[in-house]
Protein backbone atom coordinates (compact mmCIF):
# COMPACT_ATOMS: atom_id res chain seq x y z
CA UNK A 1 0.00 0.00 0.00
CA UNK A 2 2.84 2.40 1.11
CA UNK A 3 4.98 1.47 -1.96
CA UNK A 4 1.88 2.23 -4.05
CA UNK A 5 1.49 5.48 -2.44
CA UNK A 6 5.02 6.26 -3.45
CA UNK A 7 5.26 4.99 -6.65
CA UNK A 8 2.07 7.37 -7.28
CA UNK A 9 3.97 10.30 -5.76
CA UNK A 10 7.38 9.58 -7.53
CA UNK A 11 5.10 9.51 -10.75
CA UNK A 12 3.52 12.22 -9.64
CA UNK A 13 6.54 14.75 -9.48
CA UNK A 14 8.41 13.08 -12.51
CA UNK A 15 5.42 13.70 -14.83
CA UNK A 16 4.74 17.69 -13.36
CA UNK A 17 8.73 17.84 -13.69
CA UNK A 18 8.11 16.99 -17.46
CA UNK A 19 5.52 19.74 -17.74
CA UNK A 20 7.18 22.26 -16.58
CA UNK A 21 10.39 21.43 -18.48
CA UNK A 22 8.25 20.98 -21.98
CA UNK A 23 7.27 24.65 -20.86
CA UNK A 24 10.80 25.48 -20.14
CA UNK A 25 12.01 24.08 -23.49
CA UNK A 26 9.62 25.77 -25.85
CA UNK A 27 9.92 29.06 -23.93
CA UNK A 28 14.02 29.14 -24.22
CA UNK A 29 13.80 27.91 -27.72
CA UNK A 30 11.76 30.61 -29.06
CA UNK A 31 13.77 33.34 -26.91
CA UNK A 32 17.15 31.03 -28.46
CA UNK A 33 15.98 32.38 -31.70
CA UNK A 34 14.55 36.10 -31.64
CA UNK A 35 17.86 36.66 -29.52
CA UNK A 36 19.49 35.09 -32.41
CA UNK A 37 17.90 37.31 -35.08
CA UNK A 38 18.10 40.76 -32.78
CA UNK A 39 21.56 39.75 -32.29
CA UNK A 40 22.29 39.29 -35.93
CA UNK A 41 19.89 41.99 -37.36
CA UNK A 42 21.47 44.29 -35.41
CA UNK A 43 25.36 43.91 -35.98
CA UNK A 44 23.93 44.22 -40.08
CA UNK A 45 21.37 47.46 -39.77
CA UNK A 46 22.92 50.75 -40.66
CA UNK A 47 21.76 53.85 -41.85
CA UNK A 48 21.97 53.02 -45.59
CA UNK A 49 19.85 50.39 -44.71
CA UNK A 50 16.95 52.97 -44.53
CA UNK A 51 18.12 55.27 -46.97
CA UNK A 52 19.76 53.54 -49.95
CA UNK A 53 18.15 51.06 -52.98
CA UNK A 54 19.86 47.88 -53.00
CA UNK A 55 22.48 47.47 -55.24
CA UNK A 56 23.29 44.19 -57.99
CA UNK A 57 24.52 41.63 -56.62
CA UNK A 58 28.02 41.35 -55.61
CA UNK A 59 28.10 44.86 -54.55
CA UNK A 60 28.63 45.42 -50.50
CA UNK A 61 26.50 48.42 -49.24
CA UNK A 62 22.84 49.73 -50.50
CA UNK A 63 20.07 49.24 -48.29
CA UNK A 64 16.35 48.43 -48.39
CA UNK A 65 14.70 51.69 -48.85
CA UNK A 66 12.42 50.85 -51.85
CA UNK A 67 11.08 47.55 -49.97
CA UNK A 68 10.12 49.46 -46.72
CA UNK A 69 8.16 52.48 -48.84
CA UNK A 70 7.29 49.50 -50.89
CA UNK A 71 5.48 47.81 -47.51
CA UNK A 72 4.13 51.41 -46.44
CA UNK A 73 2.09 50.99 -49.89
CA UNK A 74 1.21 47.80 -49.41
CA UNK A 75 -0.27 47.63 -46.40
CA UNK A 76 -2.28 51.22 -46.72
CA UNK A 77 -3.89 49.95 -49.72
CA UNK A 78 -4.86 46.72 -47.40
CA UNK A 79 -5.62 49.24 -45.37
CA UNK A 80 -8.09 51.24 -47.20
CA UNK A 81 -9.84 48.20 -48.57
CA UNK A 82 -9.53 45.82 -45.79
CA UNK A 83 -11.01 48.39 -43.01
CA UNK A 84 -14.09 49.36 -44.29
CA UNK A 85 -14.86 46.26 -45.56
CA UNK A 86 -14.21 44.42 -41.93
CA UNK A 87 -15.91 47.28 -39.66
CA UNK A 88 -19.25 47.42 -41.98
CA UNK A 89 -19.62 44.03 -42.70
CA UNK A 90 -19.01 43.39 -38.92
CA UNK A 91 -21.51 45.75 -38.01
CA UNK A 92 -23.58 44.21 -40.25
CA UNK A 93 -23.61 40.60 -38.42
CA UNK A 94 -23.63 42.16 -34.97
CA UNK A 95 -26.35 44.90 -35.85
CA UNK A 96 -28.54 44.52 -38.83
CA UNK A 97 -28.38 40.82 -39.99
CA UNK A 98 -31.34 38.24 -39.50
CA UNK A 99 -30.31 34.83 -39.16
CA UNK A 100 -29.17 32.94 -42.11
CA UNK A 101 -27.31 35.71 -43.99
CA UNK A 102 -25.00 36.53 -40.86
CA UNK A 103 -24.54 32.89 -40.79
CA UNK A 104 -23.50 32.30 -43.92
CA UNK A 105 -20.64 35.40 -43.71
CA UNK A 106 -19.38 34.04 -40.95
CA UNK A 107 -18.24 30.71 -41.96
CA UNK A 108 -16.78 32.19 -45.47
CA UNK A 109 -15.09 34.48 -43.27
CA UNK A 110 -13.87 31.74 -41.12
CA UNK A 111 -12.87 29.73 -44.02
CA UNK A 112 -11.03 32.85 -45.68
CA UNK A 113 -9.46 33.06 -42.68
CA UNK A 114 -7.69 29.58 -42.90
CA UNK A 115 -7.23 30.02 -46.55
CA UNK A 116 -3.61 29.32 -46.85
CA UNK A 117 -1.70 32.98 -47.84
CA UNK A 118 -0.13 31.28 -51.13
CA UNK A 119 -3.96 29.95 -52.39
CA UNK A 120 -5.01 33.71 -51.51
CA UNK A 121 -1.64 34.93 -53.75
CA UNK A 122 -3.04 32.33 -56.49
CA UNK A 123 -6.34 33.78 -56.35
CA UNK A 124 -5.25 37.56 -56.65
CA UNK A 125 -3.02 36.48 -59.55
CA UNK A 126 -6.27 34.92 -61.30
CA UNK A 127 -7.98 37.95 -61.07
CA UNK A 128 -5.60 41.23 -60.74
CA UNK A 129 -2.65 40.01 -62.50
CA UNK A 130 -4.18 37.87 -65.06
CA UNK A 131 -6.45 40.83 -66.27
CA UNK A 132 -3.79 43.27 -66.35
CA UNK A 133 -0.85 41.72 -67.24
CA UNK A 134 1.52 43.29 -64.56
CA UNK A 135 2.38 42.76 -61.27
CA UNK A 136 1.13 45.60 -59.64
CA UNK A 137 0.80 47.11 -56.15
CA UNK A 138 -2.41 47.02 -56.30
CA UNK A 139 -2.50 42.96 -56.64
CA UNK A 140 -0.07 42.61 -53.62
CA UNK A 141 -2.52 45.15 -51.43
CA UNK A 142 -5.36 42.90 -52.31
CA UNK A 143 -4.07 39.81 -51.50
CA UNK A 144 -3.35 41.37 -48.01
CA UNK A 145 -6.67 42.83 -47.27
CA UNK A 146 -8.14 39.52 -48.30
CA UNK A 147 -6.13 37.92 -45.48
CA UNK A 148 -7.04 41.14 -43.14
CA UNK A 149 -11.20 40.81 -43.86
CA UNK A 150 -11.77 38.26 -41.73
CA UNK A 151 -9.38 39.50 -38.98
CA UNK A 152 -11.68 42.75 -38.79
CA UNK A 153 -14.93 41.10 -39.75
CA UNK A 154 -14.94 38.89 -36.49
CA UNK A 155 -13.68 41.11 -34.07
CA UNK A 156 -15.64 44.09 -34.79
CA UNK A 157 -18.46 41.77 -34.37
CA UNK A 158 -17.41 40.28 -31.46
CA UNK A 159 -16.64 43.85 -29.63
CA UNK A 160 -20.22 45.30 -30.59
CA UNK A 161 -21.75 41.65 -29.60
CA UNK A 162 -20.34 42.23 -25.77
CA UNK A 163 -22.00 45.87 -26.06
CA UNK A 164 -24.51 45.68 -23.08
CA UNK A 165 -27.46 46.24 -24.75
CA UNK A 166 -28.82 48.65 -22.54
CA UNK A 167 -26.63 50.82 -24.08
CA UNK A 168 -29.03 50.24 -27.42
CA UNK A 169 -32.23 50.49 -25.53
CA UNK A 170 -31.54 53.93 -23.77
CA UNK A 171 -30.19 55.30 -27.19
CA UNK A 172 -33.41 53.98 -29.10
CA UNK A 173 -35.57 54.96 -26.20
CA UNK A 174 -34.62 58.10 -26.54
CA UNK A 175 -35.78 58.11 -30.29
CA UNK A 176 -32.43 58.04 -31.73
CA UNK A 177 -32.60 55.80 -35.09
CA UNK A 178 -30.92 52.97 -35.01
CA UNK A 179 -28.22 54.10 -37.74
CA UNK A 180 -27.41 56.79 -35.25
CA UNK A 181 -27.80 54.51 -31.98
CA UNK A 182 -24.89 52.37 -33.58
CA UNK A 183 -22.86 55.62 -34.38
CA UNK A 184 -22.85 57.30 -31.80
CA UNK A 185 -23.43 54.96 -28.94
CA UNK A 186 -22.85 51.16 -29.61
CA UNK A 187 -19.20 51.74 -31.90
CA UNK A 188 -17.95 54.31 -29.22
CA UNK A 189 -18.75 52.02 -26.48
CA UNK A 190 -16.72 49.14 -28.34
CA UNK A 191 -14.13 51.20 -30.29
CA UNK A 192 -11.02 49.55 -28.32
CA UNK A 193 -11.86 46.29 -29.27
CA UNK A 194 -12.26 47.29 -32.99
CA UNK A 195 -9.29 49.04 -33.19
CA UNK A 196 -7.68 46.19 -31.40
CA UNK A 197 -8.74 43.78 -33.97
CA UNK A 198 -7.69 46.09 -36.71
CA UNK A 199 -4.32 46.65 -35.22
CA UNK A 200 -4.08 42.88 -35.31
CA UNK A 201 -5.12 42.64 -38.57
CA UNK A 202 -2.20 44.95 -39.76
CA UNK A 203 0.16 42.96 -38.07
CA UNK A 204 -0.73 39.48 -39.04
CA UNK A 205 -0.34 40.92 -43.12
CA UNK A 206 2.87 42.89 -42.76
CA UNK A 207 5.06 40.32 -42.74
CA UNK A 208 3.17 38.10 -45.33
CA UNK A 209 5.16 36.94 -48.08
CA UNK A 210 3.36 34.19 -49.89
CA UNK A 211 0.33 36.21 -51.10
CA UNK A 212 3.14 38.78 -52.41
CA UNK A 213 5.14 36.10 -54.47
CA UNK A 214 3.01 36.59 -57.43
CA UNK A 215 1.04 39.93 -56.93
CA UNK A 216 3.19 42.84 -56.30
CA UNK A 217 6.45 40.39 -56.95
CA UNK A 218 9.73 42.39 -56.53
CA UNK A 219 11.78 45.91 -57.55
CA UNK A 220 14.87 46.55 -57.55
CA UNK A 221 14.21 50.24 -57.61
CA UNK A 222 11.55 52.70 -56.69
CA UNK A 223 8.05 52.29 -57.73
CA UNK A 224 6.20 54.96 -59.37
CA UNK A 225 2.85 53.70 -59.66
CA UNK A 226 0.80 51.53 -58.24
CA UNK A 227 0.28 49.14 -61.57
CA UNK A 228 4.01 48.67 -60.91
CA UNK A 229 5.70 45.39 -59.43
CA UNK A 230 6.63 46.76 -55.91
CA UNK A 231 9.54 45.75 -53.65
CA UNK A 232 8.35 45.05 -50.12
CA UNK A 233 10.46 43.77 -46.95
CA UNK A 234 9.09 39.94 -46.41
CA UNK A 235 9.46 39.37 -50.20
CA UNK A 236 13.22 41.03 -49.96
CA UNK A 237 13.93 38.89 -46.59
CA UNK A 238 13.18 35.87 -48.37
CA UNK A 239 14.60 36.49 -52.05
CA UNK A 240 17.87 37.97 -49.82
CA UNK A 241 18.27 35.20 -47.49
CA UNK A 242 18.10 32.08 -50.12
CA UNK A 243 20.46 33.91 -52.42
CA UNK A 244 24.27 32.95 -52.48
CA UNK A 245 25.70 36.37 -51.36
CA UNK A 246 26.98 37.46 -47.97
CA UNK A 247 26.23 40.97 -48.09
CA UNK A 248 22.59 39.73 -48.94
CA UNK A 249 22.58 37.78 -46.49
CA UNK A 250 23.79 40.67 -44.23
CA UNK A 251 20.68 42.64 -45.67
CA UNK A 252 18.13 40.03 -44.91
CA UNK A 253 19.06 39.61 -41.21
CA UNK A 254 18.49 43.26 -40.99
CA UNK A 255 15.10 43.53 -42.49
CA UNK A 256 14.00 40.82 -40.57
CA UNK A 257 14.82 42.69 -37.94
CA UNK A 258 13.47 45.77 -39.01
CA UNK A 259 10.11 43.67 -39.49
CA UNK A 260 10.19 41.65 -36.42
CA UNK A 261 10.31 45.03 -34.65
CA UNK A 262 7.24 46.56 -36.66
CA UNK A 263 4.97 43.14 -36.01
CA UNK A 264 5.93 42.99 -32.12
CA UNK A 265 5.42 46.62 -31.83
CA UNK A 266 1.72 46.36 -33.39
CA UNK A 267 0.80 43.79 -31.42
CA UNK A 268 2.27 45.02 -28.03
CA UNK A 269 0.42 48.44 -28.58
CA UNK A 270 -2.76 46.15 -29.91
CA UNK A 271 -2.65 44.53 -26.45
CA UNK A 272 -2.44 47.83 -24.69
CA UNK A 273 -4.94 49.71 -26.41
CA UNK A 274 -7.33 46.57 -25.53
CA UNK A 275 -6.13 46.64 -21.50
CA UNK A 276 -6.58 50.36 -21.56
CA UNK A 277 -10.08 49.93 -22.89
CA UNK A 278 -10.93 47.47 -20.93
CA UNK A 279 -9.83 49.43 -17.49
CA UNK A 280 -11.91 52.39 -18.78
CA UNK A 281 -15.51 50.51 -18.89
CA UNK A 282 -14.89 49.03 -15.95
CA UNK A 283 -13.83 52.10 -14.34
CA UNK B 1 -37.22 54.72 -43.37
CA UNK B 2 -40.74 55.39 -44.91
CA UNK B 3 -42.51 57.13 -42.02
CA UNK B 4 -39.84 59.30 -41.61
CA UNK B 5 -39.54 60.14 -44.63
CA UNK B 6 -43.37 60.51 -45.03
CA UNK B 7 -44.35 62.62 -42.09
CA UNK B 8 -41.09 65.19 -42.89
CA UNK B 9 -43.06 68.56 -44.08
CA UNK B 10 -41.86 68.71 -47.98
CA UNK B 11 -38.75 69.82 -48.76
CA UNK B 12 -36.43 70.19 -50.87
CA UNK B 13 -34.76 66.74 -53.06
CA UNK B 14 -31.48 67.26 -51.67
CA UNK B 15 -32.43 68.01 -48.06
CA UNK B 16 -34.73 65.25 -48.55
CA UNK B 17 -31.58 62.75 -49.18
CA UNK B 18 -29.75 64.13 -46.06
CA UNK B 19 -32.87 63.33 -44.11
CA UNK B 20 -32.77 59.89 -45.27
CA UNK B 21 -28.94 59.44 -44.90
CA UNK B 22 -29.11 60.62 -41.34
CA UNK B 23 -31.54 58.50 -39.91
CA UNK B 24 -31.72 56.09 -42.84
CA UNK B 25 -31.47 52.92 -41.14
CA UNK B 26 -32.65 50.78 -44.61
CA UNK B 27 -29.31 52.74 -46.09
CA UNK B 28 -27.03 51.84 -43.33
CA UNK B 29 -28.42 48.38 -43.45
CA UNK B 30 -27.91 48.08 -47.36
CA UNK B 31 -24.58 49.63 -47.11
CA UNK B 32 -23.68 47.20 -44.38
CA UNK B 33 -25.05 43.76 -46.16
CA UNK B 34 -23.06 44.62 -49.52
CA UNK B 35 -20.01 45.04 -47.38
CA UNK B 36 -20.82 41.72 -44.94
CA UNK B 37 -22.09 40.27 -48.74
CA UNK B 38 -18.66 41.12 -49.92
CA UNK B 39 -16.78 38.68 -48.03
CA UNK B 40 -19.39 35.58 -48.62
CA UNK B 41 -18.89 36.81 -52.84
CA UNK B 42 -15.26 36.88 -52.39
CA UNK B 43 -14.68 33.39 -50.94
CA UNK B 44 -17.23 32.11 -53.45
CA UNK B 45 -15.53 33.68 -56.29
CA UNK B 46 -12.23 32.20 -54.89
CA UNK B 47 -13.34 28.70 -54.98
CA UNK B 48 -14.41 29.40 -58.41
CA UNK B 49 -11.48 30.80 -59.94
CA UNK B 50 -9.78 27.61 -58.18
CA UNK B 51 -11.93 25.74 -60.29
CA UNK B 52 -11.98 27.71 -63.72
CA UNK B 53 -8.13 27.92 -63.48
CA UNK B 54 -6.82 24.58 -62.54
CA UNK B 55 -9.26 23.44 -65.87
CA UNK B 56 -6.55 22.53 -68.06
CA UNK B 57 -4.78 20.27 -65.80
CA UNK B 58 -8.03 18.68 -64.53
CA UNK B 59 -9.30 18.02 -68.09
CA UNK B 60 -6.08 16.17 -68.83
CA UNK B 61 -5.35 14.07 -65.70
CA UNK B 62 -8.43 13.90 -63.85
CA UNK B 63 -8.29 12.11 -60.89
CA UNK B 64 -5.06 10.81 -61.78
CA UNK B 65 -3.32 14.25 -60.68
CA UNK B 66 -3.22 12.86 -57.14
CA UNK B 67 -1.57 9.85 -57.12
CA UNK B 68 0.63 10.24 -60.32
CA UNK B 69 4.43 10.89 -58.91
CA UNK B 70 5.58 12.19 -62.07
CA UNK B 71 6.99 15.90 -62.60
CA UNK B 72 7.74 16.47 -65.57
CA UNK B 73 7.22 20.53 -66.84
CA UNK B 74 9.13 19.30 -70.10
CA UNK B 75 6.99 16.55 -71.48
CA UNK B 76 3.48 18.23 -69.38
CA UNK B 77 3.12 15.39 -67.46
CA UNK B 78 2.13 16.40 -63.92
CA UNK B 79 1.16 14.24 -60.61
CA UNK B 80 1.08 15.92 -57.42
CA UNK B 81 1.43 12.87 -54.95
CA UNK B 82 5.34 14.00 -54.39
CA UNK B 83 3.90 17.25 -53.15
CA UNK B 84 0.97 15.26 -51.10
CA UNK B 85 3.36 13.36 -49.32
CA UNK B 86 5.68 15.59 -48.61
CA UNK B 87 3.23 18.54 -46.83
CA UNK B 88 1.21 15.65 -44.95
CA UNK B 89 4.74 14.24 -43.67
CA UNK B 90 6.32 17.04 -42.64
CA UNK B 91 3.00 18.69 -40.73
CA UNK B 92 2.75 14.96 -39.42
CA UNK B 93 5.94 15.24 -38.09
CA UNK B 94 5.97 18.88 -36.78
CA UNK B 95 3.07 17.56 -34.86
CA UNK B 96 4.56 14.37 -33.23
CA UNK B 97 7.14 17.08 -31.91
CA UNK B 98 5.08 20.29 -31.04
CA UNK B 99 1.78 18.02 -29.85
CA UNK B 100 3.77 16.62 -26.51
CA UNK B 101 5.82 19.38 -25.99
CA UNK B 102 3.07 22.01 -26.12
CA UNK B 103 0.08 19.94 -24.49
CA UNK B 104 2.67 19.57 -21.74
CA UNK B 105 3.64 23.40 -21.46
CA UNK B 106 0.11 23.94 -21.85
CA UNK B 107 -0.45 21.94 -18.71
CA UNK B 108 2.05 23.59 -16.94
CA UNK B 109 0.95 27.35 -17.90
CA UNK B 110 -3.03 26.48 -17.05
CA UNK B 111 -2.54 23.88 -13.55
CA UNK B 112 0.95 24.79 -12.00
CA UNK B 113 2.18 28.24 -12.72
CA UNK B 114 1.49 31.02 -10.71
CA UNK B 115 -0.88 32.94 -12.56
CA UNK B 116 2.02 35.79 -13.65
CA UNK B 117 4.22 33.07 -14.81
CA UNK B 118 1.52 32.16 -16.63
CA UNK B 119 0.02 35.14 -17.89
CA UNK B 120 3.72 36.80 -18.92
CA UNK B 121 4.54 33.20 -21.13
CA UNK B 122 1.40 33.22 -23.04
CA UNK B 123 1.71 36.93 -23.94
CA UNK B 124 5.69 35.99 -24.87
CA UNK B 125 4.26 32.54 -26.41
CA UNK B 126 1.30 34.35 -28.58
CA UNK B 127 3.67 37.09 -29.55
CA UNK B 128 5.71 34.58 -30.88
CA UNK B 129 2.47 33.38 -33.23
CA UNK B 130 2.66 36.66 -34.87
CA UNK B 131 6.33 36.17 -36.32
CA UNK B 132 6.46 36.33 -40.20
CA UNK B 133 6.81 32.95 -41.49
CA UNK B 134 9.40 34.29 -43.53
CA UNK B 135 11.45 35.41 -40.38
CA UNK B 136 11.33 31.70 -39.36
CA UNK B 137 12.53 30.62 -42.64
CA UNK B 138 15.38 33.41 -42.55
CA UNK B 139 16.38 32.00 -39.25
CA UNK B 140 16.10 28.20 -40.65
CA UNK B 141 18.10 29.00 -43.43
CA UNK B 142 21.07 30.43 -41.26
CA UNK B 143 20.81 28.11 -37.71
CA UNK B 144 18.94 25.29 -38.38
CA UNK B 145 19.95 24.06 -41.84
CA UNK B 146 24.12 23.91 -40.80
CA UNK B 147 23.62 23.00 -37.21
CA UNK B 148 21.74 20.02 -38.85
CA UNK B 149 24.07 19.23 -41.08
CA UNK B 150 26.95 19.53 -39.04
CA UNK B 151 25.60 17.64 -36.15
CA UNK B 152 21.81 16.49 -36.13
CA UNK B 153 21.95 14.70 -39.39
CA UNK B 154 25.21 12.68 -38.98
CA UNK B 155 24.09 11.63 -35.34
CA UNK B 156 20.68 10.47 -36.11
CA UNK B 157 22.61 8.37 -38.99
CA UNK B 158 25.44 7.27 -36.33
CA UNK B 159 22.62 6.12 -34.00
CA UNK B 160 19.52 5.22 -36.12
CA UNK B 161 21.16 5.01 -39.41
CA UNK B 162 19.94 1.24 -39.32
CA UNK B 163 15.94 2.65 -40.62
CA UNK B 164 15.80 3.58 -43.68
CA UNK B 165 13.97 6.66 -42.29
CA UNK B 166 17.42 7.47 -41.26
CA UNK B 167 19.81 7.22 -44.86
CA UNK B 168 21.50 9.20 -47.33
CA UNK B 169 23.91 12.35 -47.56
CA UNK B 170 23.33 15.20 -44.67
CA UNK B 171 22.43 18.06 -46.49
CA UNK B 172 20.83 20.04 -43.78
CA UNK B 173 17.64 20.74 -46.11
CA UNK B 174 14.79 18.30 -45.87
CA UNK B 175 11.59 17.36 -44.67
CA UNK B 176 13.50 16.56 -41.14
CA UNK B 177 14.63 20.47 -41.28
CA UNK B 178 11.20 21.81 -42.37
CA UNK B 179 9.27 19.66 -39.65
CA UNK B 180 11.59 21.11 -37.10
CA UNK B 181 10.79 24.69 -38.29
CA UNK B 182 7.54 23.98 -38.63
CA UNK B 183 7.15 22.35 -35.20
CA UNK B 184 8.87 25.56 -33.78
CA UNK B 185 5.85 27.83 -35.70
CA UNK B 186 2.99 25.33 -34.34
CA UNK B 187 3.74 25.53 -30.62
CA UNK B 188 1.99 28.92 -29.58
CA UNK B 189 -1.42 27.87 -31.36
CA UNK B 190 -1.05 24.41 -29.07
CA UNK B 191 0.17 26.46 -26.03
CA UNK B 192 -2.45 29.10 -26.02
CA UNK B 193 -5.48 27.10 -26.90
CA UNK B 194 -4.76 24.30 -25.28
CA UNK B 195 -4.28 26.74 -22.04
CA UNK B 196 -7.76 28.24 -22.65
CA UNK B 197 -9.61 25.26 -22.98
CA UNK B 198 -7.85 23.89 -19.92
CA UNK B 199 -8.16 27.08 -18.11
CA UNK B 200 -12.18 26.43 -18.91
CA UNK B 201 -12.58 23.18 -16.73
CA UNK B 202 -14.61 23.87 -13.83
CA UNK B 203 -12.70 23.95 -10.49
CA UNK B 204 -14.96 21.28 -8.88
CA UNK B 205 -13.59 18.74 -11.18
CA UNK B 206 -10.70 19.35 -9.94
CA UNK B 207 -11.51 19.27 -6.05
CA UNK B 208 -13.35 16.48 -6.68
CA UNK B 209 -10.80 14.00 -8.17
CA UNK B 210 -8.28 15.72 -5.31
CA UNK B 211 -10.48 14.98 -2.83
CA UNK B 212 -10.86 11.13 -3.85
CA UNK B 213 -7.33 11.32 -2.77
CA UNK B 214 -6.14 11.43 -6.78
CA UNK B 215 -2.52 13.29 -7.18
CA UNK B 216 -1.99 16.89 -8.39
CA UNK B 217 -0.92 14.93 -11.53
CA UNK B 218 -3.50 11.93 -11.85
CA UNK B 219 -5.88 15.07 -10.98
CA UNK B 220 -4.59 16.88 -13.96
CA UNK B 221 -4.02 13.82 -16.43
CA UNK B 222 -6.96 11.79 -15.67
CA UNK B 223 -9.82 14.52 -15.34
CA UNK B 224 -8.68 17.61 -16.44
CA UNK B 225 -7.18 17.14 -19.10
CA UNK B 226 -10.12 14.12 -20.60
CA UNK B 227 -12.25 17.30 -19.77
CA UNK B 228 -10.27 19.80 -22.06
CA UNK B 229 -9.43 17.16 -24.64
CA UNK B 230 -12.17 18.62 -27.60
CA UNK B 231 -10.46 21.60 -27.03
CA UNK B 232 -6.78 20.32 -27.37
CA UNK B 233 -7.58 18.14 -30.28
CA UNK B 234 -9.26 21.51 -31.80
CA UNK B 235 -5.87 23.45 -30.95
CA UNK B 236 -3.88 20.62 -32.47
CA UNK B 237 -6.34 20.52 -35.82
CA UNK B 238 -5.71 24.47 -36.02
CA UNK B 239 -2.13 23.80 -35.57
CA UNK B 240 -1.85 21.05 -38.49
CA UNK B 241 -4.02 23.23 -40.67
CA UNK B 242 -1.54 26.06 -40.16
CA UNK B 243 1.59 23.76 -40.85
CA UNK B 244 0.13 22.44 -43.98
CA UNK B 245 -0.68 25.78 -45.62
CA UNK B 246 2.71 27.19 -44.01
CA UNK B 247 4.56 28.67 -47.66
CA UNK B 248 7.36 30.21 -47.09
CA UNK B 249 9.79 28.59 -43.85
CA UNK B 250 9.15 25.73 -45.18
CA UNK B 251 10.06 26.52 -48.90
CA UNK B 252 13.47 28.18 -47.81
CA UNK B 253 14.73 24.63 -45.97
CA UNK B 254 12.43 22.19 -47.82
CA UNK B 255 15.36 21.22 -50.58
CA UNK B 256 13.22 21.73 -53.23
CA UNK B 257 12.86 17.62 -55.12
CA UNK B 258 10.07 16.11 -56.93
CA UNK B 259 10.66 12.65 -56.14
CA UNK B 260 9.23 11.06 -53.32
CA UNK B 261 11.69 10.15 -50.44
CA UNK B 262 12.08 7.65 -47.35
CA UNK B 263 14.57 9.12 -45.77
CA UNK B 264 13.79 11.86 -43.42
CA UNK B 265 16.76 13.94 -43.91
CA UNK B 266 16.31 14.03 -48.33
CA UNK B 267 15.48 16.74 -49.87
CA UNK B 268 11.27 17.35 -50.68
CA UNK B 269 8.71 19.43 -51.65
CA UNK B 270 5.55 20.32 -50.03
CA UNK B 271 2.54 21.65 -52.10
CA UNK B 272 3.29 25.53 -50.83
CA UNK B 273 6.28 25.20 -51.53
CA UNK B 274 6.25 23.60 -54.85
CA UNK B 275 3.82 26.78 -55.83
CA UNK B 276 5.61 29.06 -54.68
CA UNK B 277 8.77 28.56 -56.32
CA UNK B 278 7.65 27.39 -59.70
CA UNK B 279 4.38 29.87 -60.05
CA UNK B 280 6.17 32.51 -61.61
CA UNK B 281 8.30 30.55 -64.04
CA UNK B 282 5.53 27.98 -65.37
CA UNK B 283 4.97 28.39 -68.88
CA UNK B 284 1.68 27.26 -70.84
CA UNK B 285 -1.59 26.05 -69.64
CA UNK B 286 -1.18 22.78 -68.02
CA UNK B 287 1.79 23.61 -66.29
CA UNK B 288 0.46 26.82 -64.65
CA UNK B 289 -2.98 24.53 -64.03
CA UNK B 290 -1.37 22.22 -62.44
CA UNK B 291 0.32 24.43 -60.09
CA UNK B 292 -3.60 26.25 -59.38
CA UNK B 293 -5.03 22.44 -58.96
CA UNK B 294 -2.52 22.14 -56.73
CA UNK B 295 -3.28 25.07 -54.58
CA UNK B 296 -7.20 23.83 -54.63
CA UNK B 297 -6.05 20.65 -53.20
CA UNK B 298 -4.42 22.23 -50.34
CA UNK B 299 -7.40 25.07 -50.17
CA UNK B 300 -9.59 21.77 -49.54
CA UNK B 301 -7.19 19.93 -46.88
CA UNK B 302 -7.09 22.70 -44.80
CA UNK B 303 -11.03 23.83 -45.26
CA UNK B 304 -11.52 20.86 -43.83
CA UNK B 305 -9.07 20.61 -41.17
CA UNK B 306 -10.31 23.85 -39.67
CA UNK B 307 -14.09 23.43 -40.16
CA UNK B 308 -13.19 20.79 -37.86
CA UNK B 309 -10.92 22.42 -35.76
CA UNK B 310 -13.89 25.17 -35.06
CA UNK B 311 -16.33 22.61 -34.27
CA UNK B 312 -14.26 20.77 -31.65
CA UNK B 313 -13.26 24.18 -30.02
CA UNK B 314 -17.01 24.86 -29.69
CA UNK B 315 -17.96 22.07 -28.24
CA UNK B 316 -15.49 22.17 -25.58
CA UNK B 317 -16.33 25.86 -24.69
CA UNK B 318 -19.89 25.99 -25.26
CA UNK B 319 -19.73 22.93 -22.53
CA UNK B 320 -17.42 24.81 -20.02
CA UNK B 321 -19.35 27.50 -20.09
CA UNK B 322 -22.35 25.79 -19.45
CA UNK B 323 -21.63 24.09 -16.31
CA UNK B 324 -19.66 26.99 -14.50
Redesign the interface.
Known amino acids: MTDRIARRNILNNVMLTLTGLCALLTASILILILGFLVWNGWRSLNWNFFTKLPLSAGESGGGMANAIVGSGILILISIVIGVPVGFLGGVYLAEFGGKTVPMLVRYTADLLNGVPSIVIGIFAWTVIVVRSHHFSAWAGGIALSLMMIPIGLRSTEQFLRAVPNSLREGSLALGASKTRTIMTVIVPAAKQGILTGMILGVARIAGETAPLLFTSFNNQFWSNKLGEPTASLPFMIYYFAVSPYEDWHRQAWAAGLVLLVLVLLANIAARWVLARGVSVQRG | MGT ?1 VIAAPPQSRARKLVKLW ?4 Q ?3 L ?3 L ?6 L ?5 VY ?2 W ?2 SGPSRAKFGFSFLWKTTWDPVALQFGALPFIYGTVLTSFLALLISV ?6 A ?3 A ?3 GPRTSNS ?1 T ?6 A ?10 A ?3 LVPLLRQYGEPFLKRTLGFLPLFQGPAYGVGYLTAALILS ?1 MT ?1 PFI ?1 SISRESLLAVPREQREAALALGA ?4 ST ?1 QVVVPYARLGIIGSVFLAL ?1 RA ?5 AV ?2 VIGNDTAIHTSLLAPGYTI ?1 AI ?2 NE ?2 EATGDVYLSS ?2 EL ?1 LV ?2 GL ?2 V ?3 SA ?1 LLILATTRRGSKQE
Request: include cysteine; proline fraction near 2%; aromatic fraction near 14%.
Open positions: ARDGDVAHVTFFAASVFVTVVLELIHPLGVGAIFLELACFLVELLAVPSVIYGLLIFTIFITKWEWALGETMTMAIAFTLIGLFTMLNAQ
